[in-house]
């Protein structure tokens, strides 16, 4: 140390000296926490200068000072206004609800044609129509000729459906595969239905926003414009069947509270169980967000599935269903059915459910699944439903016995349901369809075409390039308007057409919502329709749908609303405004930004959804006007480094084809020439994005003049420049030629958080929105790949005004070499102040350790190469710890409710493969060939065949990936505090680090003593832990219950209804030829 060498008078005076810096150290100590080993003067200095260094590059190639004082030179010339976020809510919803009605419009004329073309039509049952098969169209034999029901059908990639090759002129239909597409009913329902084509091309002529549009028969088949041919799976089979659609359930009937009864009594053995489980799982196939449900499993005794939800219905959400589903496997056959008990429990709950009033209050039933029934059981009908049958019974007989047929039909004759047999697994589905018709028939009676609106749900055909699409659909109910048939009450089917959501984006305004504001809508059940939050995807390459992206509830994103204020308050369709603090996280949830939100809300008429706008505080409050001339901006814009969001809507392409090959920047120039009075345009938006194209565009000549000017050694690691405004507008520079960028795909479609999107501002303009003006904020983007790929991003906003109240204008940055940005790290580190040259410390030294991290605690500099991108803690827990603890740092809770957590499955139950139906009818297929050999009893040779299939699933064993709940940290450094010293004991051996704040930046100096083995403090990681729920837990949040909206109309009854149309034993026949095909498929396995 320097004390030694200044030991030179005497001994004494030495040790005199030793005691007096003994005597401060120790006061340090105390004070600071830390044996101070490391000079806190030195490290300063080498913040300071790698400091001002960075700044001095970074504002240099993006060319900040410049851009601040040309916004500083129009400061007189614009407006600052405050945004009236209720103002604003109020007028995008008028905006949808206008969109809305168009494509409700659209389906009205539909149902219309449809309605008028089946009143023309008579039915003829030696009908012979060649129509378009959606499977067999241009398909031909062996000699070159077309296949029936197939022929030429001209087929044209159209980019409006992603470049999917379609027909605009004509439909196709597309039958299910287990039924037979030249049947009498079907081919008649075609026939009159070819009347649809001229009205879906008159709707995509009138709206060629439109896409799908489509008639789903009450038959089985679908109707689809534009046509596009279908191709089966590998099995050979389309499993699509339009009935079993949401869009169709929702549209045919009323909300419905239904209890499911299942005979577990001995004789429902083997394959009967089976049928009987697949028929539960097909019911709740049939029920949507709107309806309410229990499955009661019954012998001598009663067994609620889900024993936590005794004496309770549920709603029908996938969640629920899934869970019903994996109860159902759990089912065992014994004992004597004792049916009287279970129909005595089922009326008992129904009633006592529906005067909670937390059910649909609407359609009532009771599902029964069962093999047979000793009595009539009138005494129990006579007490509970007689005579207003207001819950309609809906027998399922299982098996081929017909001894109890009469009694099952009686009872639903006797309670306005409907009886089916099921004799195989093939027979499930179309038998269990059977009930939806029974509980249209009122509806159709009052012939009230009620528009209904789905939840948000994945569409896989129309890929957009990152994944399926997200869809809602608008259906109408089709009906017999035939006076003859009027008290039957008969559903023709329903009609729909898919709007992506996308659309929706479409309509609102992003740079009225500022850099962190978003919009985002809900249904009645408080779903998510859309938000910026919402991840329905999954996967890395081609993305998966999540099981329960569809009901992904508000609170589960806006989770900092923990009494649900905001979520009630729009489910119940109220107009208003709500205040909270928020943590949003930002870059693949790992930093987070802290803000205060503002939330406005109003519902969107003539829809079941309410819309909301949140808007953060400061500056994301306010907008500002600027004003040049069309000459002016038209002359900036056109400038080849300017380009506008790809998702914004500066001009509507879509309303006309002959706009659809417009870029953006062209639609402006048309729309300003005057020429094209269809072309319609967004008048402010165009205006601020002139003006923003007239303030940046010396930065264009800023650009080219450092490029040209740029030495040999100068600075050669920045390659990009580029800058984004609040209308969307960015200007890129390349300092280097394309093929040299490090990370190519930066300002990119491919990097999706970098970019404009219908929903957000990019990452980089956000993180340096929350800066201090005038600093730079330094990023080592996640997605960089390996070590001669990695970047850094440098990036500042400009400021409109010098106030805190002053918009954010633009944003700036450049990317540079993470290697360059390095080495500038390593030379600053090497200063020190001493005079004859000699530093007392530096990061070359062997016992210490020097960092870069950033304001969220990542290392963007380390002497172990390997940690960059690492959150500091996994490098030094010992350290982070103890910033936590001094303040210098502190973590925030994050919660995760739409995770995925890896789970092991040793095996997979054979009951629960069964419930996929094409696996089931596989199944079906073996036990029909199992009885033709040997003719022995219907669970015999089936049970060894479908045992051995079972066993080799149970060997198997995989891991797979299920929805779970998670908490997370992040962490964010505390701006007050720019510098800190600490002390670690490590085993009595002290580890002393000191951190220092880089001038104009979000980043820290940590210098870390590594002489001490701190191996015993565990690191400190990021990892997401899943929230784990005990049983009673579980319980209580299946029997929440949160608030909801039924839906405005109801169809239980009408008194013209008739009820002696209850059902029989036969369905339509499956082809001869499918047959065939599926018996054939499930022998190859063996």
Known sequence: MQVDRSCVVSSAWCACLLLLFSTLSTRVTGVGGTHQSIPPSVVKLWASAFGGEMKSISAKYSGSQLLQKKYKEFERAVRVEEIDGLRLVKRLAEDMEEMFHKKAQAMKRLVEAAEEAHLQHEEDPNLQYEYFNAVLINEVDEEG??????????????????????????????????????????????????????????????????????????????????????????????????????WYIQAATSPKDVVILVDVSGSMKGLRLTIARQTVSSILDTLGDDDFFNIIAYNEELHYVEPCLNGTLVQADVTNKDHFREHLDKLFAQGIGMLDIALTEAFNLLSDFNETGRGSECSQAIMLVTDGAVDTYDAIFAKYNWPDRKVRIFPYLIGRESAFADNLKWMACANKGYFTQISTLADVQENVMEYLHVLSRPKVIDQEHDTVWTEAYIDSTLDDGQGPVLMTTVAMPVFSTKNETRNRGILLGVVGTDVPVSELLKTIPKYKLGIHGYAFAITNNGYILTHPDLRPLYGDG??????????????????????????????????????????????????????????????????????????????????????????????????????????????????????????????????????????????????????????????????????????????????????????????????????????????????KEGVFNADHFPLWYKRAAEQVPGTFVYSLPFNTGSENKSVVLASTAIQLLDERKSPIAAAVGIQMKLEFFQKKFWTASRQCAALDGKCSISCDDENIN????????FVLVAEDYTLTGKFFGEAEGAVMSKLLQMGSFKRVTLYDYQALCWVYSESSDSGHTLLDPYFAFFSAMKWILTELVIFLVEFNLYSWWHSDLTAKAQRMGRTMQVPCDTEYPAFISERTIKENTGNLDCDGCIKSFVIQQIPSSNLFMVVVDNKCDCSMFEPITMDPIEIMYNESLKCERLKMQKDRRRPDTCHPFHPEENSMECGGAVGLTPSLTATLICVLLALLPR
């Not at 020097?850 to 605690?857: A, E, H, P, S, V």
């Open 542 to 751: 081609k993305k998966r749908r999540k099981p329960n992206y569809s009901s992904v509830d508000l609170s589960e994103v806006e989770w900092e609303d923990k009494d649900d204020t905001l979520r009630n308050a729009m489910v119940n369709r109220k107009t208003g405004t709500f205040s909270m603090e928020v943590k949003k996280s930002v870059d693949k949830g790992k930093r987070v930004l802290v803000l205060h939100n503002d939330y406005y809300y109003t519902d969107i008429k003539g829809t079941p959804f309410s819309l909301g706008v949140a808007l953060s505080r400061g500056h994301g409050k306010f907008f500002f006007r600027g004003n040049v001339t069309v000459e002016e901006g038209l002359h900036d814009l056109e400038h080849p480094d300017v380009a506008l969001a790809d998702e914004w809507t500066y001009c509507n392409t879509d309303e006309h084809p002959e706009h659809r090959y417009l870029s953006q920047i062209e639609a402006i120039k048309l729309y300003l020439s005057g020429y094209e009075p269809h072309l319609q345009c967004d008048k402010e938006l165009i205006q601020e994005v002139l003006f923003d194209a007239v303030v940046t565009a010396p930065l264009e000549a800023y650009w080219t003049s450092l490029v040209l000017n740029k030495s040999e050694n100068s600075d050669k690691g920045v390659e990009i420049a580029y800058l984004g405004t609040r209308t969307g507008l960015s200007r890129i520079n390349l300092f280097v030629v394309p093929d040299e960028l490090t990370n190519q795909d930066f300002l990119t479609a491919e990097d």
């Open 145 to 246: 000729n077309s296949v029936e029901l197939g022929g030429e059908f001209i087929l044209q990639p159209n980019d409006h459906f992603n470049n999917l090759s379609v027909n605009l002129s004509l439909s196709v239909v597309q039958v299910p595969t287990n039924m037979y597409n030249k049947d009498s009913a079907i081919v008649n329902g075609v026939y009159w239905s070819e009347a649809l084509n001229k009205v879906f091309v008159d709707n995509f002529e009138r709206d060629p926003s439109l896409i799908w549009q489509y008639f789903g028969s009450a038959k089985g088949f679908f109707r689809q414009y534009p046509g596009i041919k279908w191709k089966p799976d590998e099995h050979g089979v389309i499993a699509f069947d339009c009935r079993n659609r949401k």
């Open 850 to 857: 020097c960092y870069l991290i950033d304001n969220n605690g």
